[in-house]
């Protein structure tokens, strides 16, 4: 019912920053808490931060706190998550994700709908 796309993803320096942009399509977007998560090679996806249906309220890793900042835009249909200081350990596949709830929702079985990703790589 949600299409996602994700862009914004590319090769940067520890320290960098990166904004990632979510386009969605679907009626129901407005209603959807957005997220975005994260998978590195070798390990499971793992929450970075979430927007209630308004963006009214945000939730986030703690790994991310102070650096990472997720919005929405449900005039243009679109989530962001704005990435400063990063590091290493940021670098994986980024992904949007639309979740059936309106509010809180911070595990990836909470998401329905999800992106194809895209890379984020922190190197020196």
């Known amino acids: 019912q949600v299409q996602l796309v994700e862009s914004g993803g590319g090769l940067v320096q520890p320290g960098d920053s990166l904004r990632l942009s979510c386009a969605a399509s679907?009626?129901?977007?407005?209603?959807?808490?957005m997220g975005w998560f994260r998978q590195a090679p070798g390990k499971e996806r793992e929450f970075v931060a979430a927007i209630n249906w308004s963006g009214g309220y945000t939730y986030y890793a703690d790994f991310v706190k102070g650096r990472f900042t997720i919005s929405r835009d449900n005039a243009k249909n679109t989530v962001s998550l704005q990435m400063n200081s990063l590091k290493p350990e940021d670098t994986a596949v980024y992904y949007c994700?639309?979740?059936?709830?309106?509010?809180?929702?911070?595990?990836?079985?909470?998401?329905?709908?999800w992106g194809q990703g895209t890379q984020v790589t922190v190197s020196s």
């Open positions: 994700a639309a979740a059936p709830s309106a509010g809180r929702a911070v595990e990836v079985y909470e998401y329905n709908y």
């Open positions: 679907g009626r129901t977007f407005a209603r959807n808490a």
